[in-house]
């Protein structure tokens, strides 16, 4: 038997929801996401063009702004697991575009740093990068760019100040 297609009022007006949660278009983590998908297409044609994932690109940006770090540290500003950061700087490692070594403190743990020829790349692709801020910018406006990241750092603080609840799931909502 073929499912009956909804004609008239029944294609027009939304049934009844079966869970009482807010729509689906509305959910805050939908809405970032969609966000930063956004966002990100803009970058993309750039990072490829220089053979970059925007993980790699994400970890050589963060490098970029500091010596040296810990591994550790570099999967906590990165917003990385620790198994995929370790392939990405094995990669990153084999195109020279980081150097690693043993921390002197503490013989188990590796700091890394970026190469020369990792500033190198970072210079090459910062003007595209850039220009592509300063597209952004013109387009959705200076002030309200500003806004919206005081605001994602306000929503930050205030959800990092309200903690994390143990629930039996992990799911993103």
């Known amino acids: 038997m073929t499912p009956k297609k909804p004609t008239g009022s029944e294609a027009t007006h939304p049934v009844e929801r079966r869970i009482p949660m807010r729509d689906f278009s509305k959910s805050l983590p939908m809405s970032l996401l969609r966000a930063r998908e956004a966002v990100m297409k803009q970058f993309r044609p750039s990072l490829r063009r220089h053979r ?12 970029a702004a500091v010596d040296a ?13 620790g198994p995929s950061l370790s392939r990405i700087l094995r990669d990153l490692e084999a195109r020279q575009l980081i150097e690693r070594r043993t921390a002197k403190a503490d013989l188990r743990r590796n ?44 929503l930050e603080n205030s959800l990092a100040a309200l903690g994390v609840k143990n629930t039996a799931s992990s799911q993103d909502e």
């Open 69 to 81: 770090i810990e591994v550790t540290e570099l999967a906590r500003v990165a917003f990385l697991l």
């Open 52 to 63: 970059l994932t925007e993980q790699q690109w994400r970890i050589l940006r963060a490098l």
């Open 111 to 154: 700091v890394v740093s970026i190469s020369p020829k990792g500033v190198k790349l970072i210079e090459l692709v910062a003007p595209t990068s850039e220009a592509i801020y300063a597209a952004i910018t013109q387009r959705y406006g200076a002030q309200k760019l500003a806004e919206l990241q005081d605001m994602l750092v306000l």
